[in-house]
């Protein structure tokens, strides 16, 4: 059994040829090894390079299965992390879905409901098997379950929803073990830094198979008590943004640094067409998100209620659910803005775009609450810049990467209701303005947010990271 996994203290050794990656054995090559409680060994062969997007539709073919760790799958308001899981299959990456909850089939579309990948579910009808793996490693391991025990159990958590999460997916993580040896996966990934990545990481500590985690928002922000040792131990990050990566390298060893690395998340759609910008009264502003405390829509509120205190003639589709609901309704009632604020609910993802193309602006006012947590890039930012849809949004986190003030969009100071009021007044008053920073952030995400190259690039990081780690000298405990 394998004891702690350092990954990143030591050189890579020199690419062996394609001929010798072909005819070695070793974790990316043709003939993948069998499962075992090993980790990757230390001599084995290097992969082969993917080639650039567009050479051929199964640069994957080859490589051994991946495992993709997530609390639900499929999952309505995460359609990006499921395009990315579709394509990189598509690329021929033998990708095995992993959920910790179960399935959340509300609001998804069809194709997410038909998903036909391979996918294993340790929601609560595993507990039983859950339960009979941690005894069977706690029986087979001591030594090792005893230190996943004090150093997982004994951290101080953010709140009581964080420490339940990361309880159950601690546990979950000995039924993922076994569930990883059975399928020969040589990869664990953790689509999130919290409750995935603390289950990915226990699985990677029973088997020596590698793991690596993304981080993106609210999974990193404020960090959970075991973000630390889960950067210290992953083969490495991926994040969504380079304010992120800064970030993230923090909770990373000195020499460990070069472990984060950003890759942008994929557009989730082709646009079916581009908005009109029409600018005429009344002005169709839309906001899209789930009603928490990181999505600023009482400070949009308030700037409607300015606008119509200064004459400006506005309306509001406010898109979303949760558990803000009825603060923002009362909100609204408050203002006396229920004939000019219209919250139809929840509405599918594969009908957003429809929304996007009868309006005329988005309107992203994201916030940083008190306890950090906070936004990546909303992907709504750049679904609507990819129908040429005029932006306002708040300069939180990475959105400055995308919305630049004046360039591709308007960008106002975080919880300041002027400001977007203001923003709003500006943008309406100068259509041809507003069309050209419209045309320049279509331009910027389709570029930025490529599904083919982004998803390519995270391929390759697959494969790159993992030569590094199986050519490493071996550092089990």
């Known amino acids: 059994m394998t004891g702690l996994i350092h990954n990143g203290s030591t050189t890579a050794a020199s690419a062996p040829s394609r001929a010798d990656t072909v005819a070695s054995a070793g974790p990316f090559c043709k003939t993948p090894p069998a499962a075992t409680d090993q980790a990757f060994p230390a001599n084995g062969a290097a992969a082969p390079v993917p080639p650039a997007t567009g050479q051929s539709s199964d640069i994957g073919a080859g490589l051994p299965p991946v495992a993709y760790v997530l609390l639900w799958f499929p999952l309505s308001s995460e359609t990006f992390i499921f395009r990315e899981v579709v394509q990189l299959r598509k690329l021929g990456l033998p990708v095995h879905a992993y959920t910790l909850y179960g399935a959340k089939l509300r609001g998804c579309s069809e194709e997410m409901r038909r998903y036909d990948g391979p996918v294993r579910r340790l929601g609560a009808k595993a507990a039983g098997a859950i339960l009979a793996a941690f005894v069977t490693a706690l029986w087979k391991e001591p030594r090792q379950v005893w230190r ?50 603390t289950a990915a990481w226990v699985a990677s500590r029973l088997t020596g198979i590698p793991f690596a985690f993304t981080g993106r928002a609210g999974d990193i922000y404020p960090e959970d008590g075991l973000l630390r040792e889960k950067s210290a131990d992953a083969l490495f990050i991926r994040t969504n943004n380079h304010t992120n990566v800064r970030w993230l390298r923090q909770f990373c060893p000195q020499e460990q640094q070069d472990k984060v ?18 600018m005429r009264p009344p002005y169709r502003l839309l906001a899209v998100g789930r009603f928490a405390r990181t999505k600023g829509f009482p400070y949009l509120l308030t700037a409607m209620a300015r606008l119509r205190r200064e004459n400006v003639p506005v309306t509001l589709t406010l898109v979303g659910d949760g558990r803000w609901r009825r603060k923002l309704t009362a909100m609204c009632e408050r203002l006396r803005l229920q004939d000019v604020v219209n919250m139809p609910g929840f509405i599918p993802h594969d009908q957003i775009c429809g929304y996007m193309l009868d309006h005329d602006i988005l309107i992203m006012p994201s916030v940083v609450h008190t306890n950090g947590d906070r936004d990546g890039i909303p992907n709504v930012i750049m679904e609507a810049l990819s129908h040429r849809m005029p932006v306002i949004a708040t300069d939180v986190c990475g959105i400055a990467e995308v919305v630049e003030d004046g360039v591709t969009g308007l960008l106002v100071p975080q919880r300041d209701a002027r400001a977007l009021a203001d923003a709003v007044r500006r943008m309406v008053e100068d259509r041809d303005h507003a069309q050209s920073m419209a045309e320049a952030g279509r331009e910027r995400v389709t570029r930025m947010f490529d599904r083919e190259r982004n998803i390519a690039t995270l391929l390759d990081l697959y494969v790159s990271e993992g030569r590094r780690y199986w050519q490493a000298p071996s550092s089990q405990a």
Do not use: K
Not at 151 to 180: D, I, K, P, V
């Open 148 to 197: 996943l025990l004090r150093q997982g159990f004994f951290h101080r958590m953010r709140n009581l929803e964080s420490l339940g999460e990361n309880l159950w997916c601690f546990m979950a993580g000995f039924l993922l073990a076994r569930y990883c040896r059975e399928d020969g996966v040589r990869l664990i990934h953790a689509a999130w830094a919290n409750g995935p990545a």
């Open 261 to 278: 690395h950003a890759i942008y998340n994929s557009l989730t759609f082709t646009p079916r067409g581009q908005c009109a910008i029409a």
